[in-house]
């Protein structure tokens, strides 16, 4: 009689692994629940448009803002430490260039 063989442990873990019938299902419906919450990008009134001007003028490379702005018909909230770009017209957090015409809303939070 022939002795059976072990499974390699690796091989025997597959057996166990969650199957999914309905590959990328969830992925398409995250997209559609992204597509869902488009949204039209607003008009800043003229006091909120000052307000955000007059803190750009007076942030410092030390200063931590909160900022909201449009992007890809969403609007994104980050935070961290700005880097101003006044003559391209763009402020920048961890790389991201955010345009001041797409600023929504901005805060200083020191």
Do not use: C
Request: proline share 3%.
């Amino acid at each position: 009689m022939a002795e059976r063989v072990k499974m390699p442990q690796r091989e025997r873990a597959k057996q166990f692994m969650p199957f999914d019938t309905l590959k990328g299902l969830h992925d398409a419906l995250r997209m559609k629940e992204y597509e869902h919450e488009r949204v039209v990008k607003g008009q800043l009134s003229e006091e909120k448009a000052a307000e955000i001007t007059k803190i750009l003028l007076n942030l410092s490379k030390n200063d931590t803002i909160s900022v909201k702005f449009y992007e890809n018909e969403h609007y994104v909230e980050l935070h961290g430490k700005p880097s101003l770009h006044i003559e391209e017209h763009y402020l920048e957090i961890d790389y991201k260039k955010i345009y001041f015409d797409d600023i929504y809303d901005l805060k200083k939070l020191n």
